[in-house]
């Protein structure tokens, strides 16, 4: 179902660019090049776009063919509306799809936010030359910008799902960019091409795995997304090699990060959002007002020292959700109080780490010890006992795809 790149009209990608250098996003000449010469229509022939309502279940959807005419003013809008397009349910092949309405399943890949894209290609300061590993490819956007910067046979992509690692190789081929994708799995990197001067990772993990750190080039750079069981709150972690062979690794809270493999199984606050609304629980004092969403530093600390909460950024006001543990926290509005559910004391936890981020000096990084192996990598926001420290959680397994 792929859609004729001739079709498409450069204005729908012009206006994307558009709109993330006058948000302040884009800012390198070289990446707005390149972001202007990839064809996103040939990377995303289609969409999936959700009918029904969050929460509902079965979930609706609609596939939006971009070869189709009826289809193909909405699927332009969405593949250049710099949000995440929907591509996969459950692991399906690719390349057979009818387009119309679906009901059930879950999404198990899409591309990546646009803003977030450039943010890292921009970060990893990718120059001709450099040799670049993408870690969870998808449909290989990203990639394909990567290999436009760094030049021919220099791009690498790993992708554990076979359906969608022949489909956007299939892609790729297409745009003549030079990138390679391999079906793998990416905690193991790709040993193959070995040392990368540059590492990204598409999916994020618990701690980092061995072979990343390993197959990284003196001199080169690796940024991926930590995540927790707390979804809400990522961090970002970038680790660097200097030319004699040394690591360092800063952790620094993000308003967003990937997904880990099979991400849509993490907590969800929306089975609680009528609960909550017909019984916000008993209201208690509080010193804590709602700290704001851009204190990074803290949420990610939240995130592991008090880990499983979830917020619900639909909601009113502050509301904060431990649903394994049947409790929530509801703050506000602004009149010294809190509404608290369950036998869990959502916001005392909160109110403590808090405390404890205040006293360290308010960090806004961590720098991370990776000398040990997954599941001893320790975190701290400097020296001494007013630090805020914790140690990330091991690698987690994920069985192989099965067909």
């Given at each position: 179902?792929?859609?004729?790149?001739?079709?498409?009209?450069?204005?729908?990608?012009?206006?994307?660019?558009?709109?993330?250098?006058?948000?302040?996003?884009?800012?390198d000449v070289r990446l707005r090049e390149a972001l202007l010469s990839v064809p996103r229509a040939v990377l995303l022939p289609h969409a999936y776009v959700r009918v029904s309502d969050p929460g509902v279940e079965p979930i609706e959807w609609r596939l939006l063919d971009?070869?189709?005419?009826?289809?193909?003013?909405?699927?332009?809008d969405v593949i250049h509306s710099g949000e995440s397009v929907l591509l996969q349910r459950d692991g399906e092949q690719l390349d057979a799809l009818e387009r119309g309405p679906v009901t059930g399943g879950n999404m198990t890949s899409m591309s990546t936010y646009t803003?977030?894209?450039?943010?890292?290609?921009?970060?990893?300061?990718?120059?001709?030359?450099?040799?670049?590993?993408?870690?969870?490819?998808?449909?290989?956007?990203?990639?394909?910008?990567?290999?436009?910067?760094?030049?021919?046979?220099?791009?690498?992509?790993?992708?554990?799902?076979?359906?969608?690692?022949?489909?956007?190789?299939?892609?790729?081929?297409?745009?003549?960019?030079?990138?390679?994708?391999?079906?793998?799995?990416?905690?193991?990197?790709?040993?193959?091409?070995?040392?990368?001067?540059?590492?990204?990772?598409?999916?994020?993990?618990?701690?980092?795995?061995?072979?990343?750190?390993?197959?990284?080039?003196?001199?080169?750079?690796?940024?991926?997304?930590?995540?927790?069981?707390?979804?809400?709150?990522?961090?970002?972690?970038?680790?660097?090699?200097?030319?004699?062979?040394?690591?360092?690794?800063?952790?620094?809270g993000r308003p967003r990060g990937y997904r880990p493999m099979l991400g849509y199984r993490w907590l969800s606050a929306l089975d609680h959002r009528a609960r909550i609304k017909a019984d916000p629980g008993r209201a208690r004092p509080t010193r804590l007002a709602p700290?704001?969403?851009?204190?990074?530093?803290?949420?990610?600390?939240?995130?592991?020292?008090?880990?499983?909460?979830?917020?619900?950024?639909?909601?009113?006001?502050?509301?904060?959700?431990?649903?394994?543990?049947?409790?929530?926290?509801?703050?506000?509005?602004?009149?010294?109080?809190?509404?608290?559910?369950?036998?869990?004391?959502?916001?005392?936890?909160?109110?403590?780490?808090?405390?404890?981020?205040?006293?360290?000096?308010?960090?806004?990084?961590?720098?991370?010890?990776?000398?040990?192996?997954?599941?001893?990598?320790?975190?701290?926001?400097?020296?001494?006992?007013?630090?805020?420290?914790?140690?990330?959680?091991?690698?987690?397994?994920?069985?192989?795809?099965?067909?």
């Amino acid at each position: 179902m792929p859609a004729d790149p001739s079709t498409t009209t450069g204005a729908h990608l012009a206006a994307m660019v558009e709109r993330l250098e006058a948000e302040g996003v884009l800012t390198d000449v070289r990446l707005r090049e390149a972001l202007l010469s990839v064809p996103r229509a040939v990377l995303l022939p289609h969409a999936y776009v959700r009918v029904s309502d969050p929460g509902v279940e079965p979930i609706e959807w609609r596939l939006l063919d971009g070869s189709h005419p009826v289809d193909r003013e909405e699927w332009l809008d969405v593949i250049h509306s710099g949000e995440s397009v929907l591509l996969q349910r459950d692991g399906e092949q690719l390349d057979a799809l009818e387009r119309g309405p679906v009901t059930g399943g879950n999404m198990t890949s899409m591309s990546t936010y646009t803003p977030a894209t450039v943010e890292i290609l921009q970060s990893l300061a990718l120059t001709p030359g450099l040799r670049y590993l993408e870690l969870g490819s998808g449909p290989g956007v990203s990639l394909a910008l990567a290999a436009t910067l760094t030049g021919p046979g220099l791009a690498t992509g790993v992708e554990r799902d076979g359906h969608m690692a022949a489909w956007s190789r299939h892609n790729l081929d297409r745009l003549n960019v030079g990138a390679a994708v391999v079906q793998g799995d990416a905690l193991d990197g790709h040993r193959a091409r070995a040392p990368y001067d540059r590492i990204h990772s598409g999916i994020g993990v618990p701690s980092v795995p061995p072979a990343w750190v390993e197959q990284l080039a003196p001199g080169g750079r690796l940024l991926t997304t930590l995540t927790t069981r707390t979804p809400s709150w990522p961090g970002q972690l970038l680790v660097t090699r200097s030319g004699h062979g040394r690591t360092e690794a800063v952790l620094r809270g993000r308003p967003r990060g990937y997904r880990p493999m099979l991400g849509y199984r993490w907590l969800s606050a929306l089975d609680h959002r009528a609960r909550i609304k017909a019984d916000p629980g008993r209201a208690r004092p509080t010193r804590l007002a709602p700290p704001p969403d851009d204190a990074y530093g803290f949420w990610l600390a939240a995130a592991y020292l008090a880990p499983g909460l979830v917020r619900d950024f639909q909601a009113e006001t502050m509301t904060i959700v431990a649903p394994e543990d049947d409790s929530w926290a509801v703050a506000g509005p602004g009149d010294g109080t809190v509404r608290v559910h369950g036998p869990r004391d959502v916001w005392a936890e909160l109110e403590e780490v808090h405390a404890r981020w205040e006293t360290a000096g308010r960090p806004e990084t961590y720098h991370v010890d990776l000398t040990g192996g997954p599941g001893h990598h320790h975190v701290a926001s400097g020296p001494g006992r007013k630090a805020l420290t914790w140690t990330l959680p091991p690698l987690t397994t994920v069985p192989p795809q099965t067909t």
